[in-house]
């Protein structure tokens, strides 16, 4: 049995393959016993969570607080209005407070470092919901819906095509670890965050997988089982009219069936959503090949897997997938 009990989950570069794998499992023992089987489970019973967003959501938001009151415990919304924290007292102080009221942080921040502060500052496990630099919530429910749908993940190659941000990071992260390939696509090679760039290219070294950076989409799609899209320019405060520049400069990367038909014969699409149609058509985001909602769907398992695995030992009861 891998134990995560008092960890933080920031990043899944912290985390080891068979501790992603614990995850991916809990996720999948969570769905079956209480999805499938109708089962009632409250193992989070007198455990409470403080919820953080400085950004909009609705999947990580509620997936999370439906996630901890189906298994018994409390959850705790607060926007930037409803706290001090980074304006009339520091994060640091802010960590300290909540982590005497609460057994977990959830916390979706503009900037990494914050919530690399809340973990290191804090005494209760931190889970990051969405930084500038990474998204690892995402990342485990993409996997979880590539397992389900594949019946396995090792040997797949994910295309990512368009703006490489926070999720493209998390990708690289964990997609080696599972023994997923990964081409990505977007405008420049150097999109990517050079330090995030060099640990991948470590990472696929160690695991034997293969990273391909590219400017060509058709390119990262030739042969790919999964094609991947997301909002472009997420982190983008500049100019108005260099903003519309840069789109333009994006739209030979919007997803068709075009992209498709030099895929696998079994390729699929996912995308984390919020989605804008410039980034895939309607003809792929609606087909048979879209996995989107039941991609949006696994955040919440999968949500609830990694609350469940920082906060309680637990043992899962179905049989480990394949991944
Ligand atoms: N994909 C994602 O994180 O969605 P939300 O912004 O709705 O939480």
């Known amino acids: 049995h891998v134990s995560l009990v008092g960890r933080s989950l920031l990043t899944l570069k912290d985390f080891t393959p068979p501790e992603i794998e614990q995850i991916l499992w809990t996720a999948a023992d969570l769905k079956t016993r209480i999805k499938e089987r109708g089962e009632v489970y409250t193992p989070l019973e007198g455990k409470y969570a403080a919820i953080i967003f400085q950004k909009r959501s609705i999947r990580t938001r509620l997936s999370t607080e439906t996630g901890v009151n189906m298994l018994g ?26 982590s005497g009221f609460v057994n977990l942080i959830l916390a979706r921040m503009c900037k990494h470092e914050d919530v690399e502060s809340l973990a290191a500052e804090g005494s209760v496990p ?37 703006d490489s941000n926070n999720i493209t990071h998390s990708y ?62 997420k982190n983008y405060t500049g100019p108005e009219e260099e903003k519309l520049e840069k789109l333009k400069a994006l739209q030979g990367y919007r997803v068709t069936h075009k992209f498709g038909e030099m895929a696998a014969k079994d390729w699929v699409f996912l995308h984390c959503g919020p989605r804008k149609q410039d980034e895939v058509d309607d003809a792929v985001f609606y087909s048979h090949r879209s996995l989107v909602w039941e ?29």
């Open 73 to 98: 415990g409390k959850s705790y919304f607060l926007s930037p209005e409803d706290i001090h924290m980074g304006v009339n007292e520091t994060i640091k102080d802010s960590a300290k407070v909540l």
């Open 126 to 162: 931190v889970v990051n919901a969405l930084s500038e630099l990474y998204h690892p919530l995402q990342i485990l429910a993409d996997m979880q819906t590539l397992q389900e749908h594949f019946g396995g993940l090792k040997g797949l190659t994910v295309a990512w095509v368009g």
């Open 172 to 233: 690289m992260m964990a997609a080696p670890k599972l023994g997923v390939n990964l081409r990505i696509a977007s405008r420049k090679t150097l999109d990517t965050c050079q330090n995030v760039s060099k640990d991948a290219e470590h990472l696929a070294k160690q695991y034997g997988t293969q990273i391909v950076h590219t400017t060509d989409p058709r390119e990262a799609c030739k042969g790919a089982n999964v094609i991947v899209a997301d909002r472009r320019l």
């Open 295 to 323: 991609e949006a769907e696994n955040r919440k398992w999968t949500v609830m897997a990694v609350i469940l695995c920082l906060l309680k030992c637990h043992a899962c009861t179905t049989p480990k997938p394949d991944y």
